[in-house]
């Protein structure tokens, strides 16, 4: 089995070059939104300046479809969405591993779902439909964010079943926990915009104690 | 059992699962929206088709946006100047950096709109430096978290445009105004709560209050507020729509992080807009998701089905706006803020109207009710956020909240029983 995941994690480079793709990507949306619309306010005030664009409100609501579907895609792999983790201390672990793979499959679902039926429907407004202000610009655009959800989030799914599978038959490293659970720690991080650096780094402050014990258990 | 109650049962039910098993509270409403419309024979491309549909709000655009220039603001270094403007301001009262910290997150909220980012800011140097000057690290945690909350009704706040939104035909610039004297009401009741235990314990003063300081701290704090007065005035005075102004004001605190606090670098912009897209991320899909459950709702009639049932435990307004209060915060032990907001708004928002709550005064209930969730066991981020931060074990932390979930039970009871203290400020708007 070891030898399985060794070949499976050669993949793990592939994943971070995706996830740092979808990221640019998302933040250049972002950036394009917010360009968009200020364009749309400024030429409002100042149409001598410049000229509004008609198409402006369509297409930022476009843009944010694609970011909202592919960041939340991305969340899968940080493994940030916000889900109950009130019971987890109570857990044994072999449920809560139970309940990890369960979700896995479950979203996998309804990615699978979005995929194909996403699909079905993004083509088939687009047979008819065009942008009110684009007329050139089919409705399958509009539609399509639909899918590409679903096929990114099966992608970012598979990564994660894996994951919760091999800690099953490889211990991971937990680091510092400020005495709060995994899931907890996550939804901390995610809440406050910190990086997993800047968590890890409040948490060794908070228990110094367990980075000397971690550094201890590595030399041995 | 009919084909309305058995696909109602599956939509509540197969949610209500979901979220226990422990599935993404996002994907559990889409999954649970999705066996709805099955049961009633619906296709599954409506789900799509109705999640595009939510998400395709030119007002909700407001929401990546203030998330966009709270991050921005918060990691400009602006912290650090509201502070000194608070501690101006209030530090020479008796328990001086309590009050300090309450009024800071009064003035942050205002920027971040986010309690989990208030507490991570503001935590990380006041509880330090309240602990330095003789005060218990679980007290400095308990008041940050609290105080925290005071962002969530302090405008400009994206948690207000997510219910103005799902509520619909609310004005955004109303329910702005609305938050103003809720925030302060919450603000002044910590700060009651803070003196007495301050005085019990014999915690210190600060400097004497002198205006040539407060004059001086307003004037450095200044072009941050800008920012909150940018978006509410444009929004009250009809210059912009909110995903407008919030738009220019993303633009304006870029500006002032880069150029005039200079607590920003472009690369620390380019790595700041990846923590936007991370908070973004988990809110986005929420609200399309949310949109097909709704849709479920309306088509099952079930907001008309959950007011007649409460309305037939009891006709007494009081006793159905105390019903309203104790669901939400129910809900708030055991889930987030925007889940609740989208979920139950519009099953709720019929209730309260039908006993006279005017819409913008139950946004304001809702938010606060949703904040003080967000502080309680077993689902609490902030109680996580301020238990991390401040150094303090979760349990530590909770005992230490004990007497300000009082101060903030009574600000909840006082905002709900007197309409006047949320709808005075948009009454003069009218």
């Known amino acids: 089995m070891p030898r399985f995941f060794t070949i ?5 480079p592939v994943y971070d070059v995706a996830y740092r793709v979808i990221m640019t990507l998302c933040k250049l949306l972002l950036i394009a939104d917010i360009l968009i619309t200020s364009w749309i306010v400024i030429s409002r005030y100042f149409p001598k300046i410049i000229d509004a664009p008609i198409w402006g409100e369509q297409i930022v609501l476009t843009l944010m479809s694609y970011m909202a579907v592919l960041s939340a895609a991305l969340a899968i792999r940080k493994g940030s969405h916000i889900r109950m983790t009130a019971l987890d201390r109570k857990m044994p672990k072999k449920v809560l591993f139970s309940l990890d793979i369960l979700a896995d499959l479950a979203v996998m679902a309804l990615g699978i779902v979005m995929l194909v039926y996403g699909w079905r429907q993004a083509k088939m407004i687009g047979r008819f439909g065009r942008y009110d202000s684009l007329p050139w610009l089919s409705r399958f655009w509009m539609y399509f964010p639909i899918p590409l959800a679903g096929g990114a989030m099966i992608i970012f799914e598979l990564e994660s079943l894996y994951n919760h599978i091999k800690s099953a038959f490889v211990k991971p490293d937990d680091g510092p926990t400020c005495g709060l659970s995994e899931s907890e720690l996550e939804t901390a991080a995610v809440e406050a915009s910190l990086d997993d650096k800047e968590i890890k780094e409040i948490c060794e402050q908070a228990d110094p104690s367990h980075t000397e014990d971690d550094k201890e258990a590595k030399k041995q | 059992m009919s084909a309305e109650s058995l696909s109602i049962l599956i939509l509540l039910g197969s949610f209500l699962l979901m979220v226990f098993l422990r599935i993404p509270i996002a994907y559990a409403v889409g999954i649970s929206a999705l066996l709805c419309l099955l049961s009633m024979g619906e296709s599954p491309t409506t789900l799509g088709k109705q999640m595009v549909t939510g998400i395709s709000s030119f007002s909700l655009m407001a929401v990546p946006f203030f998330i966009t220039m709270g991050v921005l603001m918060g990691t400009g270094g602006i912290s650090e100047k509201l502070i000194a403007l608070a501690n101006a301001l209030v530090g020479w009262m008796r328990g001086g950096l309590a009050m300090v910290n309450i009024v800071a997150s009064y003035f942050f909220g205002g920027i971040s709109g986010s309690a989990a980012a208030d507490t991570a800011s503001l935590g990380s140097i006041m509880i330090p430096m309240m602990t330095d000057d003789g005060y218990d690290a679980d007290f400095s945690t308990a008041v940050t978290i609290t105080s925290s909350c005071e962002g969530l009704l302090v405008p400009p706040s994206h948690n207000m445009v997510i219910y103005a939104t799902t509520a619909g035909g609310v004005s955004i610039g109303a329910l ?50 800008a920012a909150v007065l940018i978006v509410v005035v444009g929004v009250v005075l009809g210059a912009f729509t909110a995903t407008e102004s919030s738009a220019i004001a993303v633009i304006y605190s870029l500006i002032v992080s880069v150029y005039i606090y200079k607590g920003l670098t472009w690369k620390g912009v380019w790595e700041s807009f990846e923590k936007c897209v991370d908070t973004l991320a988990i809110v986005l899909i929420l609200i399309a998701a949310s949109s097909a459950f709704g849709f479920c709702l309306t088509r099952l009639h079930v907001p008309d089905l959950a007011a007649q049932f409460i309305l037939g435990v009891s006709d007494s307004r009081i006793v159905i706006a105390l019903m309203l209060n104790a669901i939400l915060l129910l809900l708030g032990c055991i889930m987030d803020m925007a889940p609740i907001i989208l979920i139950t708004t519009p099953i709720l928002l019929p209730i309260a109207t039908s006993i006279g709550i005017d819409p913008i005064q139950f946004g304001i209930m809702i938010v606060l009710n949703c904040g003080i969730g967000l502080l309680t066991p077993p689902v609490g981020a902030v109680l996580f956020i301020g238990s991390a931060v401040g150094k303090v074990p979760m349990e530590k932390v909770v005992k230490a909240t004990l007497p300000f979930y009082l101060c903030m039970i009574v600000a909840l009871i006082l905002v709900t029983f007197i309409p006047e203290i949320s709808m005075w400020l948009p009454s003069l708007l009218r």
């Open chain 2, 176 to 225: 702005f105004m609305a938050g103003y004297l809720p925030g302060a009401l919450l603000a002044i009741s910590l700060m009651i709560g803070s003196y007495i235990i301050s005085v019990k314990r014999n915690y210190p003063k600060g400097q004497p209050f002198r205006i040539k300081n407060f004059l001086k701290q307003l004037l450095v704090s200044f072009w941050a507020l």
């Open chain 1, 8 to 12: 499976a994690d050669k993949l793990k």
